[in-house]
């Protein structure tokens, strides 16, 4: 059968899915000085044909989220993958109580503005994101802010 024609299927990610994830985001020039096969359990994968092709993260404060390293292999993109990565973490967000996601981005406005996000400005983050090592250590200054409400209570 051809795989083209084979939708990822999205699952929660496994420590042993550590250097896949890894490969990606190295791949993606995305942050991994905070990550470790022991701290994926926020992170959500879509598989293809037993590979891993996409994921992104989930960082959980209280009722805020933080999503982080959305990445989608290059063979994988512009299929809708990534919208469905973040349709995925949104909902699992909702489940777990979350209200609002934030992210921080480099270049990807245009793609979370079509998802519903809001840029916002840095004073408007709350303190659990502004604490974050994302946020104070592996982001840059010039990174746009970006905010979703989920609409939860």
Request: aromatic share 6%; glycine share 8%; net charge negative.
């Given at each position: 059968m051809n795989s083209s024609l084979i939708l990822p299927v999205l699952r929660d990610s496994r420590a042993a899915d550590w250097n896949d994830?890894?490969?990606l985001l190295d791949d993606a020039e995305l942050p991994?000085?905070?990550l470790g096969p022991d701290?994926?359990?926020?992170f959500l994968i879509a598989e293809l044909d037993d590979e891993v092709v996409g994921l992104?993260?989930?960082e959980v404060y209280d009722t805020t989220g933080l999503l982080r390293s959305l990445v989608v292999a290059k063979k994988s993109r512009s299929s809708g993958l990534g919208k469905k990565l973040v349709g995925g973490l949104e909902a699992a967000a909702q489940a777990a109580g979350?209200?609002?996601?934030w992210l921080l981005t480099i270049d990807a406005e245009k793609f979370f503005a079509r998802q519903g996000y809001d840029?916002?400005?840095r004073d408007a983050v709350p303190d659990s994101i502004r604490?974050?090592?994302e946020f104070t250590n592996?982001?840059?200054d010039s990174a746009f802010l970006m905010m979703k409400d989920l609409g939860g209570n």
């Amino acid at each position: 059968m051809n795989s083209s024609l084979i939708l990822p299927v999205l699952r929660d990610s496994r420590a042993a899915d550590w250097n896949d994830v890894r490969r990606l985001l190295d791949d993606a020039e995305l942050p991994i000085d905070d990550l470790g096969p022991d701290l994926l359990e926020r992170f959500l994968i879509a598989e293809l044909d037993d590979e891993v092709v996409g994921l992104v993260g989930l960082e959980v404060y209280d009722t805020t989220g933080l999503l982080r390293s959305l990445v989608v292999a290059k063979k994988s993109r512009s299929s809708g993958l990534g919208k469905k990565l973040v349709g995925g973490l949104e909902a699992a967000a909702q489940a777990a109580g979350i209200r609002d996601l934030w992210l921080l981005t480099i270049d990807a406005e245009k793609f979370f503005a079509r998802q519903g996000y809001d840029i916002v400005t840095r004073d408007a983050v709350p303190d659990s994101i502004r604490l974050s090592e994302e946020f104070t250590n592996l982001c840059p200054d010039s990174a746009f802010l970006m905010m979703k409400d989920l609409g939860g209570n």
